[in-house]
T-cell receptor, first 116, second 112 residues
Framework: NAGVTQTPKFQVLKTGQSMTLQCAQD?????MYWYRQDPGMGLRLIYY???????DKGEVPNGYNVSRLNKREFSLRLESAAPSQTSVYFC???????????????FGAGSRLTVL | DAKTTQPTSMDCAEGRAANLPCNHS???????VYWYRQIHSQGPQYIIH???NNETNEMASLIITEDRKSSTLILPHATLRDTAVYYC?????????????FGTGTRLKVLA
């Protein structure tokens, strides 16, 4: 069972370039999330998708777009990368269907992005 | 959403119990306490969660005070591999809520 898989693991961009971070989960989870973590900081929620076909903004959505492609996949797109978006990006998923374990998050290994 | 307060950092001797406190004085009746940890720069890992009763699993124990305004995560025999940042979060457990907000956590260093 792979859990949550993120690609790529590392990426270097120049200011103004665009790219998409991919995330896929194989746990049949309903909800998926994108977080960013800057050095020495906690995680901040960028966007989340409660279920297939829905997406909502988190704490820091500016400069990002997301797509919930299907139940398994949730992508994060940077249309015009800026140095302030240099960070480690984590994708997560949760069952989201009720029960006390519904909101337990499973995280991917992270994608380290550097914008020059 | 209930806010949590955790110490910035703690040290613990290897083999001893690590007790990590968390204050959540504004917790609502339907909110659970969740604990995660992040080792180095890996993705955070779920540890345990509870509502009002104490909980124990293979990783840790969670002690929640009777008034539910604070809790303690206990790692019974800390090892060097438990050195990590530990996050305490309060969220509704049974409702479909999605804004899962992490703070800055407690940096636990286990000393040899």
């Amino acid at each position: 069972n792979a859990g949550v898989t993120q690609t790529p693991k590392f990426q270097v961009l120049k200011t103004g370039q665009s790219m998409t971070l991919q995330c896929a989960q194989d746990m049949n989870h309903n909800s998926m999330y994108w977080y960013r973590q800057d050095p020495g900081m906690g995680l901040r929620l960028i966007y989340y998708s409660a279920s297939e076909g829905t997406t909502d903004k988190g704490e820091v959505p500016n400069g990002y777009n997301v797509s919930r492609l299907n139940k398994r996949e949730f992508s994060l797109r940077l249309e015009s990368a800026a140095p302030s978006q240099t960070s480690v990006y984590f994708c997560a998923s949760s069952e989201g269907s009720g029960g006390s374990g519904a909101n337990v998050l499973t995280f991917g290994a992270g994608s380290r992005l550097t914008v020059l | 959403d209930a806010k949590t307060t955790q110490p910035t950092s703690m040290d613990c001797a290897e083999g001893r119990a690590a007790n990590l406190p968390c204050n959540h004085s504004t917790i609502s009746g339907n909110e659970y306490v969740y604990w995660y940890r992040q080792i180095h720069s890996q993705g955070p890992q779920y540890i345990i969660h509870g509502l009002k009763n104490n909980e124990t699993n293979e990783m840790a124990s969670l002690i929640i005070t009777e008034d539910r305004k604070s809790s303690t995560l206990i790692l019974p025999h800390a090892t060097l591999r438990d050195t990590a940042v530990y996050y305490c979060i309060v969220r509704p457990g049974v409702l479909r809520t999605y804004k899962y907000i992490f703070g800055t956590g407690t940096r636990l260093k286990v000393l040899a």
